[in-house]
C-alpha cells in the first residue's frame, strides 16, 4: 500500500502586471498550493494475533491428554487440533416457531467456520417463547430466560 503526503511549497509566480490594492487600501498577497506526491515505505506489518490462544491451553501441552482424547473422540484430527476452534450457540427449539429454523442456521454458521479453516463446535440453550407463555404463569420465566441463556453461553465458552 502506498501513502501520499501532501507537502505544502510556496511558489512566487511573476507577473506583468502589477498587483493594485483594493479600494478599501488592504493589501493582497497571492498564495498558491501544490501538491508533491511522497512515496513512503508500507508500515511494519502488526505481529502475528494466535487465534487459537485459548483453545491451545487444551490441546498443545502434553500435560492434557485426557481433555485431547475427548476432542478426539469427537472427530477431530492431529491437524484440527492445531486450528482455532469457534463455539457456536443456538436457541433452536422445535415447539416454538420463531427458533425452530436456528438448527439450520447453526449447520450453515458451522460450514463457514470450517470453510475459514477453523472448528466449529455447536451447542444450544434454552429457549423461552413470550408468544406461547404470554397470559400465563410461564410468560414470568421470559425475562429471566435472558439471563439463563447469556450465562449458559459464557459458561460454556469459559469453561
Given at each position: 500500500m502506498?501513502?501520499?503526503i501532501l507537502a505544502l511549497?510556496v511558489?512566487?509566480?511573476?507577473?506583468?502586471?502589477p498587483?493594485?490594492?483594493?479600494?478599501?487600501?488592504?493589501?493582497?498577497?497571492?498564495?498558491?498550493a501544490?501538491?508533491?506526491?511522497?512515496?513512503?515505505p508500507?508500515?511494519p506489518s502488526p505481529?502475528?494475533?494466535k487465534?487459537?490462544k485459548?483453545g491451545?491451553r487444551?490441546?498443545?501441552p502434553?500435560?492434557?491428554?485426557?481433555?485431547?482424547?475427548m476432542l478426539?473422540?469427537?472427530g477431530l484430527?492431529e491437524d484440527?487440533?492445531?486450528k482455532?476452534?469457534?463455539?457456536?450457540?443456538?436457541?433452536?427449539?422445535?415447539?416454538?416457531p420463531?427458533?425452530m429454523?436456528?438448527?439450520?442456521?447453526?449447520d450453515?454458521?458451522?460450514r463457514?467456520?470450517?470453510?475459514?479453516?477453523?472448528?466449529?463446535f455447536?451447542?444450544n440453550t434454552?429457549g423461552?417463547s413470550d408468544?406461547?407463555?404470554?397470559?400465563?404463569?410461564g410468560?414470568?420465566?421470559?425475562l429471566q430466560s435472558?439471563?439463563?441463556?447469556?450465562d449458559s453461553?459464557e459458561?460454556v465458552?469459559g469453561?
Amino acid at each position: 500500500m502506498q501513502a501520499m503526503i501532501l507537502a505544502l511549497s510556496v511558489t512566487v509566480i511573476p507577473t506583468n502586471k502589477p498587483l493594485t490594492p483594493p479600494p478599501n487600501r488592504r493589501r493582497c498577497l497571492l498564495i498558491t498550493a501544490q501538491s508533491q506526491a511522497a512515496v513512503t515505505p508500507d508500515p511494519p506489518s502488526p505481529p502475528t494475533v494466535k487465534l487459537n490462544k485459548y483453545g491451545s491451553r487444551v490441546t498443545e501441552p502434553k500435560s492434557q491428554g485426557g481433555s485431547q482424547a475427548m476432542l478426539y473422540g469427537v472427530g477431530l484430527s492431529e491437524d484440527d487440533m492445531s486450528k482455532p476452534q469457534v463455539g457456536i450457540s443456538s436457541v433452536w427449539y422445535e415447539g416454538n416457531p420463531c427458533n425452530m429454523h436456528l438448527l439450520k442456521l447453526s449447520d450453515e454458521v458451522k460450514r463457514g467456520v470450517e470453510d475459514v479453516g477453523m472448528v466449529g463446535f455447536r451447542f444450544n440453550t434454552v429457549g423461552v417463547s413470550d408468544a406461547i407463555s404470554m397470559g400465563t404463569r410461564g410468560m414470568s420465566f421470559s425475562l429471566q430466560s435472558r439471563d439463563l441463556i447469556a450465562d449458559s453461553i459464557e459458561t460454556v465458552m469459559g469453561a
